[in-house]
């Protein structure tokens, strides 16, 4: 039985290490981003019934961590804060890049 959010979070890590998954290969299995599957997988983002089901095969969650994947976590705070309404990303996108540097790489987070 998963209990939290959290719970299931930690499952899906340690599923990630033994199996020697890569947030890529998760996400190239959803068809969507690394950086969206990565935020989805670690219950920042919501998932669709198809895409937890297909999470949940990769981590070999149980159906209650199956449901999990599929609760709204911002939805609650926006309702709070503006009502009953939508926060849209139709035109939002987030990359996340390697940028060389003498001093070491850095992250290079593109929001736009």
């Known amino acids: 039985m998963v209990k939290s959010r959290e719970e299931l979070t930690n499952k899906i890590m340690i599923a ?3 199996k020697g998954l890569t947030w890529k290969q998760v996400a190239d ?5 690394k950086e969206w599957t990565t935020a989805a997988c670690l ?3 919501q998932m669709s019934k198809e895409q ?5 095969k990769l981590f ?4 209650e961590g199956i449901a999990w994947l599929q609760t709204a976590p911002y939805k609650e ?3 709070e804060e503006f009502g009953d309404g939508i926060m849209s990303a139709i035109d939002f996108t ?3 890049e390697r940028e060389e540097n003498p001093a070491g790489d850095r992250v290079k987070m593109i929001w736009s």
């Not at 299995?29 to 981003?33: D, E, K, M, P």
């Not at 937890?52 to 949940?56: D, K, N, R, S, T």
């Open 60 to 63: 070999d969650l149980s159906e």
């Open 77 to 79: 705070l926006i309702h």
């Open 16 to 18: 990630k290490v033994e």
């Open 43 to 45: 219950g920042q983002m």
């Open 52 to 56: 937890a089901e297909i999470v949940g």
């Open 29 to 33: 299995a959803l068809g969507q981003s």
């Open 94 to 96: 987030l990359n996340v």
